[in-house]
Every structure is written in structure tokens, then in C-alpha cells.
């Protein structure tokens, strides 16, 4: 199974781009890396998710350097709505998937 | 396009009693997962259901069951509950399995408090 280690908090400010990384040393070949939203009493959100190299949506980018042992999720410009917990996932089938504790990221004004 | 939806959203029990929550996909979804969500062990996967069939299931007691309709629909039951069992339940939907990892979608959940 891909456990994944994330930081267990950040702080940033709004305006900032915030970086945070995700270590999935055991990823497997055809193992995907997803990252998710979570807002207190809500449901994840899905963000963004990738294979390998560079993602970009409408949110966030994705970066996966070639070895896949890491990825970053960055957000450009977070405001105040963007605290929350962002969860970072590695896996092709629902019941291998391994939540984690998450990040828990705090804008400050 | 309407999104998952749960029901009930709160629920109160108390030890021994039974409970079943219910999940309505997003149209067109096959799939529908849940998931458990405490402060101490997080988010943890209890089933997956496809086409009405249980294809995969995680480390939880058999006190824990669930079955989807043929409308996709699905509910999920746990028996003779314990205080342990109070938790965020979500319910996720997906297309179905098409080999690479589906995008979930989760519901608001289903917040179950057991006295």
C-alpha cells in the first residue's frame, strides 16, 4: 500500500503561494497521486490529480519530479476560504487508498 | 447536475441499537464508496459497491454492511453499534472502475453520535 507522509500543519497569508509536499516513497507503477479538500463537517473535495511531471487546473498545480517519490501541491494566491485540510493520496484502486492525517493549512489575513 | 447526497445528515443512537444511512450518487455514477471519519484514525475506507456487487471492502468488523441498489443507490447499516462506531460517515461516487483511479465525489456525510 502507498502510505503518504504530509506535513501535519502550515500558515501562510493571503496573497502567498503555498507549497505543500507529499513523500509516497513506496508508489507503486500505476499508482496515481490525488490530492483532496476538506472543510470542517464537509466532505472531501477532490483538487487535482497526476501521474507524472506538471498538472495545472483552474486551483492548483501539481509536480511530480521524475522518480515519483514526492509530489507538491501548489496553490497560487490563497485566500482566507483555502484553510482547510488538503489530503494527498497515492493509488489506482478505491479500497488502497490511505487518507492520512492530512495538512492542515491556516490563512491568516 | 446534483451532487451525492446523504441521509439522514444527524443521527443520535444508543449503544446496541442499529442504524442505516443512506447515499444517492451522482447521476450516471456506478460506483458509490464509504468511508468512516473519526479525530483519531481519520478517514478510513469501509466498502466499495459496483453494479450492485460489494468489490472491495476494508478492516472493519462484520457489525458493518452495506448494499447498493439497481438505481445505484446505496445504503449502509452497522448493528449492535458501540460508542466507537460515533463518527462522520461520507459516501463517494464514482463513474466505476475503468482501470485508472476514478475521481470521488463525496457527500456532505452523515454524522452519527452513539450514547
Known amino acids: 500500500l502507498a502510505k503518504t507522509t504530509q506535513p501535519i500543519s502550515m500558515d501562510s497569508y493571503e496573497g502567498q503561494e503555498v507549497n505543500i509536499t507529499c513523500s509516497h516513497n513506496n508508489i507503486a507503477t500505476n499508482d496515481y497521486i490525488t490530492w483532496y479538500q476538506q472543510f470542517p463537517s464537509q466532505g472531501p473535495r477532490f483538487i487535482i490529480q497526476?501521474?507524472?511531471t506538471k498538472v495545472t487546473n483552474e486551483v492548483a498545480s501539481l509536480f511530480i519530479p521524475a522518480d515519483r517519490k514526492s509530489s507538491t501541491l501548489s496553490l497560487p494566491r490563497v485566500s482566507l476560504s483555502d484553510t482547510a485540510v488538503y489530503y494527498c493520496?497515492?493509488?489506482?484502486?478505491?479500497?488502497?487508498?490511505?487518507f492520512g492525517t492530512g495538512t492542515r493549512l491556516q490563512v491568516f489575513p | 447536475k446534483a451532487g451525492v447526497t446523504q441521509t439522514p445528515r444527524y443521527l443520535i443512537k444508543t449503544r446496541g441499537q442499529q442504524v442505516t444511512l443512506s447515499c444517492s450518487p451522482i447521476?450516471?455514477?456506478?460506483?458509490v464508496s464509504w468511508y468512516q471519519q473519526t479525530p483519531g484514525q481519520g478517514l478510513q475506507f469501509l466498502f466499495e459497491y459496483f453494479s450492485e456487487t460489494q468489490r472491495n471492502k476494508g478492516n472493519f468488523p462484520g457489525r458493518f454492511s452495506g448494499r447498493q441498489f439497481s438505481n445505484s443507490r446505496s445504503e449502509m447499516n452497522v448493528s449492535t453499534l458501540e460508542l466507537g462506531d460515533s463518527a462522520l460517515y461520507l459516501c463517494a461516487s464514482s463513474l466505476g472502475p475503468t482501470g485508472e483511479l476514478e475521481t470521488q465525489y463525496f457527500g456532505p456525510g452523515t454524522r452519527l453520535l452513539v450514547l
Open positions: 493520496l497515492a493509488g489506482v484502486n478505491t479500497d488502497k487508498l490511505i
Open positions: 447521476s450516471g455514477h456506478r460506483s
Open positions: 497526476g501521474y507524472k
